[in-house]
């Protein structure tokens, strides 16, 4: 005897949604030190006298990182064997290429975190053996940028086209879907490096940084929405909850539209317009709508790693 399962919600076929908020937070905590080590290496690798340093960042990105794993370790239906899918490498499976990516990507980033720290900053390492790597380190701070910027990349469009790789989800198989995924990785990880910079103009110099990025997170995302309205039916119906604003859907619409893209960019936006120079002190509602623009960023990032996951689970070929 044969039978078919055409059920697709929780109700006929609850195990259909495996995939949690738990996911989520890990898709966001990667995504989030993937922006940390871009931004970062981009701004260490700038030479001029008008460079901003940034040390923080990569300091943050590998505690990012283990943040994550531990809420997908969470996740496991066996926590505690997780440790048998490094036994094996399998070049065609996207898991295989995650777990040793991060397994290689949080000591490199945090060797690079300490190579970036400068000797006045030195009190922040409260072991004295962690000092002594950071000076043997420091002459290294450019080559491992590169190796990180590299790394950040990989990290940024791999929870994409992990996605993207589930064919039988037409909302997530689609070739956009990493650059969504890059884009809102760089904008998060520039959010959150004006939040953690102490001086004035590192903050504004990422603060500037969001507002572009923002731009063009939200042109990548018409395109992603765009090129599954011009394809076919299953690829149309998938995107439909980002266009309803009924009881079922009415997240999906306002809170990814307006939430997490266009009132940040307002918000950057206005600061930028009250500062045009970086030597100037920007006022105190100035910083104000900075840390709030900021924080609304990296809430938005989160809204869309909740979105993009759980609507992809609606969605069906059928």
Not at 34 to 59: F, Y
Not at 169 to 197: E, K, M, Q
Request: glycine share 8%.
């Amino acid at each position: 005897m044969e039978i078919t399962i055409t059920g697709t919600n929780a109700l006929t076929y609850p195990s259909l949604h495996i995939w949690n908020w738990m996911v989520a937070v890990d898709l966001f905590f990667g995504g989030l030190a993937a922006g940390l080590l871009i931004m970062s290496a981009i701004v260490n690798l700038t030479e001029g006298k008008d460079k901003v340093a940034c040390v923080k960042g990569p300091l943050v990105a590998p505690f990012c990182l283990m943040i994550g794993a531990f809420f997908i370790w969470l996740d496991l239906e066996r926590p505690f064997n997780f440790f048998q899918i490094m036994f094996t490498f399998q070049p065609s499976a996207p898991m295989s290429w995650g777990a040793w990516g991060i397994t290689l990507i949080i000591p490199l980033s945090f060797l690079y975190g300490l190579s970036t720290v400068p000797a006045e900053y030195k009190h922040w390492l409260r072991f004295e053996f962690l000092k002594k790597l950071s000076d043997r380190l420091n002459p290294y701070m450019k080559p491992l940028a590169r190796i990180n910027f590299v790394l950040g990349v990989f990290l940024g469009i791999y929870t994409g086209i992990l996605l993207s790789l589930f064919v039988a989800r037409p909302l997530w198989n689609s070739a956009l879907l990493p650059l969504v995924s890059l884009s809102s990785s760089i904008a998060t990880g520039a959010a959150l490096s004006a939040i953690i910079a102490r001086r004035i103009t590192s903050k504004i110099f990422f603060s500037r940084a969001v507002v572009w990025l923002l731009g063009v997170q939200l042109v990548i995302i018409a395109l992603f929405f765009f090129s599954h309205l011009t394809s076919t039916a299953p690829q149309r119906e998938s995107v439909m909850p980002f266009f309803s604003f009924t009881n079922e859907y009415f997240w999906y619409g306002a809170s990814t539209v307006f939430f997490a893209l266009l009132l940040p960019l307002g918000l950057v936006l206005g600061l930028v317009r009250t500062k045009k120079d970086y030597g100037l002190e920007p006022s105190g509602a100035a910083l104000l709508r900075l840390k709030v623009s900021s924080f609304m960023v990296l809430i938005g990032g989160l809204i869309i790693r909740l979105a993009i996951l759980y609507a992809g689970q609606l969605s069906k070929l059928a």
